[in-house]
């Protein structure tokens, strides 16, 4: 009975990563490549692997290496949606993985294209309120998470 509780909740974790489709995590960006050289950078499917139902792509041998040995240290914050819009709108966004943020070891992605006709990088009100917005972020994230 234990072991089907466990993959249960391993089941809903995956259904909450957002990913396209095709279950690729992040558009296909490498989640490692944000710590080991802050730039974003697309993976490649021949260095991928999946974690928690979610496909995710590497630059390199070395970036899947190092994800494989600890996937949660650079599992982007609130699986992979727009941080601002948990913390502000209390939603799931899609983000641009090319705008992104880290902060004390955690990766945070954002939202950055057109808003109603107007350019719109949430990444900057953010930043302006980093410590508020975690909070509230945070405080959302227990209720979004599984929806």
């Known amino acids: 009975m234990t072991v089907l509780i466990i993959i ?38 021949e260095y991928s692997t999946k974690h928690n139902g979610a496909t995710y792509y590497f630059v390199n041998a070395e970036n899947l290496k190092t994800f494989k ?4 240290k650079h599992l982007p914050q609130f699986d992979g949606y727009c941080a601002f819009a948990i913390a502000k709108m209390n939603k799931k966004v899609p983000i641009n993985p090319e705008t992104f943020r880290i902060d004390d070891g955690k990766l945070y992605l954002f939202y950055n294209d057109f808003w109603e006709g107007k350019p719109f990088n949430t990444i900057v009100t953010w930043i302006n309120n ?18």
């Open 69 to 72: 040995a600890n996937p949660g």
């Open 130 to 147: 980093e410590t508020e917005m975690e909070k509230m972020a945070t405080r959302n994230w227990k209720a979004l998470k599984n929806n």
């Open 8 to 45: 249960g909740a391993n089941c809903v974790n995956a259904q909450s990563v957002n990913t396209d489709k095709n279950k690729l995590a992040n558009k296909g960006y490498d989640v490692v490549n944000y710590f080991t050289t802050n730039t974003a950078k697309r993976g490649n499917v």
